[in-house]
C-alpha cells in the first residue's frame, strides 16, 4: 500500500515542475487525491460492497471534481494533472504510466452491458479535454491532442488530434520540404501558434499543404517559361509581382486570435 502511494506521489514531480515537495502534492493535488479515493472504491467493488464504493466514489467527486467509476481498472503511476471535469467510465481499463489532463472522458457509446469504455495502454498521454469514447484500445506511448474526440481505435505511438479524430502521420518527404515550405511561410507572414511535432494543429497542416501545392505549381510555370523562352527568345519571362505584407494579414492575426 505504502509503496503504491510512494509510487503514486513520485509520479506527480516527474510529470509536474510546480510540484515543490510531498507535502504539497499529498494536500493540494486533487488528481492525487481522486486516484487514493478510487483505490478504496476499486476494492470495495471488487469485493461485493458495491453501494459503499459507488458512495465514496460520490465524494470524491464532490471533493476533487474527478468523476471515477469504482469499476474501472487503473494501473501503477497514473497521473491526473488539475483533475477538474475528468470522467472514467466503469468499464474502462487503464495501463501504467498514463497522464490525463483536465477535462477528459473516457465514455461509452453504447447502453448495452459489457465492455462499453476504453483501454488505455501503457504511457499514453491525454491532452485537456479530449474525449475517448468506445469500446476500444488506445496503444501504448500513443498521444491524444486536447479537445479531439477519438471514436476508433488507436495505433501504439501513433498522435492523434482533431474532432473526429485523425492519426498524424509524418510523411518521409517531409523533412527535405520542410525548408522551402518555412521560406514560403515566412514570405506570406503566416505562423502557426502553438504547433509542436507531438501535437499539431490539423488547420496548420491543411495550410501547409496548400503551401506545398502553391510551390509545385510555381515550380511548373517556372518550367513551362523556360521551354517556351527556349522555343521564342522574344518571349517576356518577366518576373512575378511580389507579395503584399497587407494582404496577409488576418493569415498572421489568426493564431492570435485562437490564443485569445
Known amino acids: ?60 467527486r464532490w471533493f476533487t471534481g474527478v468523476e471515477i467509476h469504482p469499476g474501472a481498472t487503473i494501473g501503477r503511476r497514473f497521473f491526473i494533472d488539475h483533475g477538474m471535469g475528468v470522467v472514467i467510465g466503469e468499464t474502462t481499463i487503464i495501463g501504467d504510466d498514463v ?4 477535462g477528459v472522458t473516457l465514455g461509452g457509446t453504447s447502453w448495452n ?8 495502454g501503457n504511457g499514453v498521454v491525454v491532452g485537456a479535454g479530449a474525449k475517448i469514447l468506445g469500446p476500444f484500445e488506445v496503444g501504448e506511448g500513443a498521444k491524444v491532442g486536447s479537445n479531439s474526440v477519438v ?15 485523425r492519426v498524424i502521420v509524418k510523411r518521409p518527404e517531409e523533412g527535405g ?5 518555412k521560406e514560403m ?20 497542416r491543411s495550410v501547409r499543404a496548400l503551401l506545398d501545392h502553391m510551390h509545385a505549381v510555381d515550380d511548373r510555370i517556372e ?6 523562352k527556349k522555343l521564342n527568345a522574344d518571349y517576356p519571362n518577366g518576373e512575378l509581382p511580389p507579395l503584399a505584407e497587407e494582404d496577409f494579414d488576418c493569415v498572421r492575426d489568426e493564431p492570435s486570435q485562437r490564443q485569445g
Open 1 to 60: 500500500m505504502f509503496e503504491r502511494l510512494r509510487e503514486d506521489i513520485n509520479s506527480v514531480f516527474h510529470r509536474d515542475p510546480a510540484a515543490r515537495n510531498t507535502f504539497e502534492v499529498l494536500t493540494n493535488y486533487p488528481g492525487l487525491h481522486a486516484l487514493l479515493f478510487h483505490r478504496m472504491a476499486h476494492w470495495l467493488w471488487c469485493h461485493g460492497l458495491k453501494w459503499v464504493a459507488r458512495t465514496l466514489s460520490t465524494l470524491a
Open 99 to 102: 497522464t490525463l489532463y483536465q
Open 113 to 120: 452491458k459489457g465492455k462499453r469504455h476504453p483501454t488505455i
Open 151 to 165: 471514436t476508433k481505435e488507436v495505433p501504439a505511438g501513433a498522435t492523434v488530434v482533431g474532432i473526429p479524430g
Open 177 to 181: 520540404e520542410e525548408v522551402r515550405r
Open 185 to 204: 511561410e515566412q514570405r506570406m507572414g503566416f505562423d502557426a501558434y502553438g504547433v509542436t511535432e507531438e501535437m499539431p494543429d490539423p488547420v496548420a
Open 223 to 228: 518550367n513551362m517559361c523556360q521551354a517556351l
